[in-house]
């Protein structure tokens, strides 16, 4: 079902990593995926997996339920593995009619699939961890030295934080609709492309419409309490770094610089 | 068609930390041709419930009967059990999405796939079943006030002639005429076709009126079952469950309190008004402070 959804959604919990500055997370997620691309050879990934193990066991959400959430990309992952296993040249150690598998080969599959798992594994512990609000709150913070070359920082985190928090409100309205739809016989799995395109009218019509209309009540609502944009808006919860981000930053510095010295520079030559 | 449930539970996102389970174990039996009222405060699992009975959800575990045969078995495909299941949403004016009226009320019957003639047969009938006039049948929805928008969107659930008819809060939000409209339709749609309908509400009133029976539900389980008399006698238990009688009744317990001579199942305003004239013409002088 439509609502099973589970990639980039926020999941309550009161871990540290629940507790640490947005701005600290956000920073730390992009250290995170220079950390993954910079890392060139199998050992190094096996210490970014041992990190990653570590951090989702500190968020307290079961790795069952990361895995899960992983599956949308299991295709991709396994497309490019085969891709890379039977395309890349060097010395062939299997062949069997026109598929060569070499030693290199072999190694750039299995790099490329751990490095689009670690990926998506770390990012989505940044959404897990982080309530829309409060991550939207962090990139206009992140942003806020850009509005002095006239970057729209507040348009933008306030689009975003519409945006996200509209994000299950339309799923939840889709299912809704695909429902009542259903009931009167309608059907979205079966037929060719043409037919199918035609059983989504009945539903995009009404999502659409809906989707107006509470366009148009938000903006009202909006108004009527007075938003004028981000001039002089002030914050009912101030963003603070506190001795735990600092704490983070640096354990993680350490952590990454190890995974950059054992992942780039070939130590036992595999 | 009669109904059964046999240990039905259902989980929403089950294994997921943010796991709900909305049914537990539920065991009922909805016998065919009867009006089922489904009652229980917001969130206890009604709309999850009903929707298990046309195969919109699925089980987590546990079955559903419709005529005797598990519906996630047979052989039937999901289509057809949802014309024989009629199921009108909460809201349903949101799902109208054709360019007329009429179309969209002929939406059901054309993936019946019924004749030109027959389909248009089924949308006089059912406009008429919610007391919507012809004239709006060449109108965009879009343009229809709430009220019509909600009859042509029961219509377009009535035209598919369901032998099950499961309407969840068909009268939120209308004016108390549209109200009386709508539920008196039912009534009689119920009588004249012998079909089961169940009316998911929170109105007490509109239960009492028109339902035989109330299945009460609360936390995802059956609290209580039985026919309207039988639920509604239960005030003190109802309360506990965040649930009430029905004002008329609430009004007549106090009067017996105060020492008034009158039966304690009065559950609508009509069988009051009757018991009221009883109660004046017993004893004349009292006339002033009944009523
Ligand atoms: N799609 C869903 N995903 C997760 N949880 C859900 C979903 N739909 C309902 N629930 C939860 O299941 C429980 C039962 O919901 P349900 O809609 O069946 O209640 P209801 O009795 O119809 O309430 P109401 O009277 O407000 O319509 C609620 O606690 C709700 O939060
Ligand atoms: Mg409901």
């Given at each position: 079902m439509i609502t099973d959804i589970t990639l980039g959604q926020y999941i309550p919990g009161n871990s540290i990593l629940h507790r640490l500055?947005?701005?600290?997370?956000?920073?730390?997620?992009?250290?995170?995926?220079?950390?993954?691309?910079?890392?060139?050879?199998?050992?190094?990934?096996?210490?970014?997996?041992?990190?990653?193990?570590?951090?989702?066991?500190?968020?307290?959400?079961?790795?069952?339920?990361?895995?899960?959430?992983?599956?949308?990309?299991?295709?991709?992952?396994?497309?490019?593995?085969?891709?890379?296993?039977?395309?890349?040249?060097?010395?062939?150690?299997?062949?069997?009619?026109?598929?060569?598998?070499?030693?290199?080969?072999?190694?750039?599959?299995?790099?490329?699939?751990?490095?689009?798992?670690?990926?998506?594994?770390?990012?989505?512990?940044?959404?897990?961890?982080?309530?829309?609000?409060?991550?939207?709150?962090?990139?206009?913070?992140?942003?806020?030295?850009?509005?002095?070359?006239?970057?729209?920082?507040?348009?933008?985190?306030?689009?975003?934080?519409?945006?996200?928090?509209?994000?299950?409100?339309?799923?939840?309205?889709?299912?809704?609709?695909?429902?009542?739809?259903?009931?009167?016989?309608?059907?979205?799995?079966?037929?060719?492309?043409?037919?199918?395109?035609?059983?989504?009218?009945?539903?995009?019509?009404?999502l659409f419409i809906s989707s107006f209309r509470r366009a148009d009540e938000l903006a009202l609502a909006m108004e009527c309490r007075g938003y004028h944009g981000g001039e002089g808006r002030t914050k009912l919860k101030e963003l603070r770094f506190k001795k735990l981000d600092l704490t983070a930053f640096l354990v993680f510095t350490l952590l990454a610089a190890l995974c950059i010295f054992v992942g780039k520079f070939n130590l036992f030559y595999i | 068609?009669?109904?059964?449930?046999?240990?039905?539970?259902?989980?929403?996102?089950?294994?997921?930390?943010?796991?709900?389970?909305?049914?537990?174990?539920?065991?009922?039996?909805?016998?065919?041709?009867?009006?089922?009222?489904?009652?229980?405060?917001?969130?206890?699992?009604?709309?999850?419930?009903?929707?298990?009975?046309?195969?919109?959800?699925?089980?987590?575990?546990?079955?559903?009967?419709?005529?005797?045969?598990?519906?996630?078995?047979?052989?039937?495909?999901?289509?057809?059990?949802?014309?024989?299941?009629?199921?009108?949403?909460?809201?349903?004016?949101?799902?109208?999405?054709?360019?007329?009226?009429?179309?969209?009320?002929?939406?059901?019957?054309?993936?019946?796939?019924?004749?030109?003639?027959?389909?248009?047969?089924?949308?006089?009938?059912?406009?008429?079943?919610?007391?919507?006039?012809?004239?709006?049948?060449?109108?965009?929805?879009?343009?229809?006030?709430?009220?019509?928008?909600r009859r042509a969107a029961i219509a377009g659930i009535l035209a598919l002639r369901p032998e099950v008819l499961i309407l969840d809060e068909p009268t939120a939000g209308l004016d108390p005429k549209g109200r009386d409209d709508i539920l008196s339709n039912i009534s009689r749609l119920q009588k004249e076709r012998g079909i089961t309908v169940i009316l998911v509400s929170h109105s007490m009133e509109d239960v009492a009126k028109v339902c035989e029976s109330v299945i009460v539900m609360n936390k995802g389980t059956v609290a209580m079952q039985g026919s309207v008399r039988d639920v509604f006698r239960e005030s003190e238990t109802l309360k506990k469950l965040q649930l009430n009688v029905p004002q008329i009744t609430q009004l007549v317990l106090k009067l017996r309190r105060e020492g008034y001579n009158l039966p304690d199942d009065i559950y609508t305003t009509d069988k009051a008004f009757e018991e009221f004239l009883k109660l004046i013409k017993k004893s004349p002088n009292q006339k002033g402070s009944v009523g």
């Amino acid at each position: 079902m439509i609502t099973d959804i589970t990639l980039g959604q926020y999941i309550p919990g009161n871990s540290i990593l629940h507790r640490l500055d947005p701005r600290t997370k956000i920073l730390l997620t992009f250290a995170f995926i220079a950390v993954v691309f910079i890392t060139e050879n199998i050992i190094g990934y096996v210490l970014i997996g041992f990190l990653l193990a570590l951090l989702i066991k500190m968020s307290g959400i079961p790795f069952k339920f990361i895995l899960k959430s992983l599956k949308p990309i299991y295709f991709f992952v396994i497309f490019t593995a085969l891709l890379n296993l039977f395309m890349t040249g060097g010395k062939y150690i299997v062949s069997f009619g026109i598929f060569h598998i070499s030693r290199e080969g072999i190694i750039l599959a299995a790099t490329m699939a751990l490095r689009l798992i670690f990926l998506v594994a770390g990012t989505s512990l940044l959404t897990y961890t982080t309530s829309p609000i409060v991550l939207t709150d962090g990139i206009e913070a992140l942003l806020k030295p850009l509005e002095k070359i006239k970057f729209p920082a507040h348009e933008l985190a306030m689009m975003m934080t519409i945006a996200l928090r509209f994000i299950p409100t339309i799923i939840e309205e889709t299912d809704k609709i695909m429902k009542a739809q259903s009931a009167r016989g309608a059907d979205f799995d079966t037929g060719g492309l043409i037919k199918k395109a035609k059983a989504m009218i009945p539903l995009l019509i009404p999502l659409f419409i809906s989707s107006f209309r509470r366009a148009d009540e938000l903006a009202l609502a909006m108004e009527c309490r007075g938003y004028h944009g981000g001039e002089g808006r002030t914050k009912l919860k101030e963003l603070r770094f506190k001795k735990l981000d600092l704490t983070a930053f640096l354990v993680f510095t350490l952590l990454a610089a190890l995974c950059i010295f054992v992942g780039k520079f070939n130590l036992f030559y595999i | 068609m009669d109904i059964k449930t046999e240990n039905l539970s259902h989980i929403y996102m089950p294994g997921s930390p943010i796991s709900h389970v909305a049914l537990d174990n539920i065991n009922l039996e909805i016998k065919n041709g009867s009006f089922v009222g489904l009652i229980g405060h917001t969130g206890s699992g009604k709309s999850t419930l009903i929707q298990h009975f046309n195969g919109l959800l699925k089980p987590t575990s546990g079955k559903v009967l419709l005529g005797g045969k598990d519906i996630n078995e047979s052989r039937e495909t999901l289509k057809q059990l949802r014309f024989k299941v009629g199921l009108v949403f909460q809201y349903p004016e949101y799902q109208l999405f054709d360019e007329t009226v009429e179309a969209d009320i002929a939406y059901g019957p054309k993936n019946m796939e019924l004749t030109e003639a027959e389909i248009k047969e089924r949308v006089f009938e059912a406009i008429n079943y919610v007391s919507l006039d012809e004239a709006l049948l060449k109108k965009s929805p879009f343009e229809l006030s709430g009220g019509q928008r909600r009859r042509a969107a029961i219509a377009g659930i009535l035209a598919l002639r369901p032998e099950v008819l499961i309407l969840d809060e068909p009268t939120a939000g209308l004016d108390p005429k549209g109200r009386d409209d709508i539920l008196s339709n039912i009534s009689r749609l119920q009588k004249e076709r012998g079909i089961t309908v169940i009316l998911v509400s929170h109105s007490m009133e509109d239960v009492a009126k028109v339902c035989e029976s109330v299945i009460v539900m609360n936390k995802g389980t059956v609290a209580m079952q039985g026919s309207v008399r039988d639920v509604f006698r239960e005030s003190e238990t109802l309360k506990k469950l965040q649930l009430n009688v029905p004002q008329i009744t609430q009004l007549v317990l106090k009067l017996r309190r105060e020492g008034y001579n009158l039966p304690d199942d009065i559950y609508t305003t009509d069988k009051a008004f009757e018991e009221f004239l009883k109660l004046i013409k017993k004893s004349p002088n009292q006339k002033g402070s009944v009523g």
